[in-house]
């Protein structure tokens, strides 16, 4: 028996997937990692203890599965997007912590650099936003003691959390990316598939050395995991967490789209060997190269999906676990207009308005509790329905069904409103963890454990269009008028 081993390295945790002969997921091991959260509401990653969770995961998933650990022969790995990081490539020693996706801290930085937004956008298909990679390494240029220095003599490797994870997997003898990672940095060319020199100098980064950008599929390195194992395996295929998801989800062709939900969701349309760049909110990246061959998506990201559920149960108190939330929903008086628009830190993707502020309006004098509960269900299937009206317009490919994935999917309400809003049907499958499911896939492709048909082996759950035409276009409409008041301020 063969198996192949995922690495899912994400926002909150570290994930070990161990997959056998036929593709089958038969253990799984997950480890935290701490949010290191500073006073102005900073986000950090501390990197070295994400690197000691990912040796410990595997060593747990290896028992877990009481297999023969030389049966397994390849890895595969799937990452955080965005969060971005430094280290010294002499000594393999972090400059600073992991700044995570989440951190804003390199506005002020993106504001300075308004006049080259255009430019930028244009050569690397996202909109100038901290949200990116390209700001957060400037800022660690301009803030972190040395680095500048350093990085004058070639001494600064930058990269995101997948170069840094194969970095020490291989002992500093790979340096790598792929092009899902690097076509969210904001610093790739996703025309010339190159860094870009100019966006480069323009962020201050040029000095910086960037990682070499490979296939997805391509041989990242050989591995041991620290002596783990008892002879070394190759690290097969590297995706970033979306892109992964998309792939596992056998998003393979023209027009297929598929959304992520968790903290926050991303929503990505295939759109083929062409980039498309939008003009409406969306953004344009590579989904992946394989076998030389590269793939363009358009994506939406959304800042808040699953965070509104958490903010229901922590803050207000409402319910006692996001568990509870579908459920409640359900009770909720159909007549009710209560809509909440969930900009607790601006809106994200179509509208891109950072200084935008959260709102609850609609409500009656018998909205309570359930209604309140079922407008924060609502606003995570609106703001997709939102994105993916979009990337049909743009793309002009119809949309015929959604592939979903996350935590959030075991929502029955949440699926089937989605499906409702969406008028196409909505596709769960029985297993959960497919930013893992893509990177193992092709890793095990590669190595010829498995052939294409493995993606075709998913089971899925169908939720189908109930709500009417015009139900569907006067609660739609109600939200759009949410977001105009929101917008307004």
């Known amino acids: 028996m063969k198996y192949i081993l995922a690495i899912d390295q994400s926002t909150s945790g570290t994930k070990a997937l161990l997959f056998d002969s036929v593709g089958d997921l038969i253990a799984r091991s997950d480890l935290p990692?701490?949010?290191?959260?500073?006073?102005?509401?900073?986000?950090?990653?501390?990197?070295?203890?994400?690197y000691q969770n990912v040796l410990g995961?595997?060593?747990?998933?290896?028992?877990?599965?009481?297999?023969?650990?030389?049966?397994?022969?390849g890895v595969g790995i799937s990452n955080q997007r965005e969060t971005v990081m430094a280290w010294d490539n002499r000594t393999g020693e972090p400059v600073y912590n992991a700044i995570v996706w989440q951190c804003s801290r390199?506005?002020?930085?993106?504001?300075?650099?308004?006049?080259?937004?255009?430019?930028?956008r244009t050569a690397t298909g996202l909109p100038l936003s901290p949200y990116f990679s390209a700001a957060k390494a400037a800022w660690i240029v301009e803030n972190v003691e040395g680095v500048r220095e350093k990085a004058e003599n070639g001494n600064i490797n930058c990269g995101t959390m997948d170069s840094w994870v194969v970095y020490?997997?291989?002992?500093?003898?790979?340096?790598?990316?792929?092009?899902?990672?690097?076509?969210?940095?904001?610093?790739?060319?996703?025309?010339?598939?190159?860094?870009?020199?100019?966006v480069c100098k323009i962020f201050g980064v040029e000095k910086l050395c960037l990682p070499e950008v490979c296939d997805s599929n391509a041989n990242f390195g050989m591995t041991d995991f620290n002596g783990l194992l008892k002879a070394p395996i190759p690290i097969h295929s590297v995706l970033g967490?979306?892109?992964?998801?998309?792939?596992?989800?056998?998003?393979?062709?023209v027009g297929m789209t598929k959304t992520t939900y968790g903290t926050g969701s991303s929503v990505m349309m295939n759109i083929g060997e062409k980039p498309v760049l939008s003009e409406k909110g969306v953004v344009t990246s590579l989904a992946w190269g394989i076998d030389g061959k590269v793939t363009y998506v358009l994506e939406g990201n959304i800042n808040y999906t699953g965070a509104v559920m958490k903010w229901v149960v922590d803050d207000l108190g409402l319910i006692d676990s996001p568990k509870m939330?579908?459920?409640?929903?359900?009770?909720?008086?159909p007549e009710d207009t209560t809509y909440l628009v969930p900009a607790f830190t601006g809106?994200?993707?179509?509208?891109?308005?950072?200084?935008?502020?959260?709102?609850?309006?609609?409500?009656?004098?018998?909205?309570?509790?359930?209604?309140?509960?079922?407008?924060?269900e609502e606003c995570i299937g609106y703001q997709i329905t939102d994105i993916l009206t979009i990337m049909s317009e743009e793309a002009g490919v119809p949309l015929r069904e959604l592939r979903v994935d996350g935590g959030p999917t075991r929502d029955k309400y949440l699926m089937q409103f989605q499906s409702?809003?969406?008028?196409?049907?909505?596709?769960?499958?029985?297993?959960e963890e497919l930013s893992g499911v893509g990177p193992a896939y092709l890793a095990g492709i590669a190595m010829g454990v498995y052939d294409s048909l493995v993606f075709e082996r998913l089971e899925r759950i169908s939720f189908t269009p109930q709500m009417s035409d015009e139900t569907r276009a006067k609660r739609y409409s109600g939200w759009k008028e949410a977001v105009r008041l929101v917008l307004s301020k």
């Open 33 to 50: 990692h701490r949010q290191i959260i500073l006073n102005d509401g900073w986000v950090e990653h501390d990197p070295d203890e994400i």
């Open 57 to 73: 995961v595997v060593k747990d998933v290896i028992r877990k599965s009481g297999i023969d650990q030389d049966e397994i022969v």
């Open 106 to 120: 390199a506005e002020k930085i993106c504001e300075q650099l308004y006049e080259k937004a255009e430019t930028i």
């Open 168 to 198: 020490k997997l291989t002992n500093g003898r790979s340096f790598k990316t792929d092009y899902s990672n690097a076509s969210r940095t904001q610093l790739f060319n996703i025309t010339s598939l190159e860094w870009d020199k100019e």
């Open 241 to 253: 967490d979306s892109h992964g998801a998309l792939c596992g989800q056998g998003c393979h062709k």
């Open 325 to 333: 939330s579908g459920k409640i929903a359900f009770e909720a008086n």
């Open 347 to 376: 809106l994200g993707a179509p509208y891109w308005d950072s200084k935008a502020k959260a709102i609850i309006c609609g409500m009656t004098r018998n909205t309570g509790r359930a209604e309140i509960v079922r407008a924060a």
């Open 420 to 431: 409702d809003m969406l008028g196409i049907p909505v596709r769960v499958p029985a297993i």
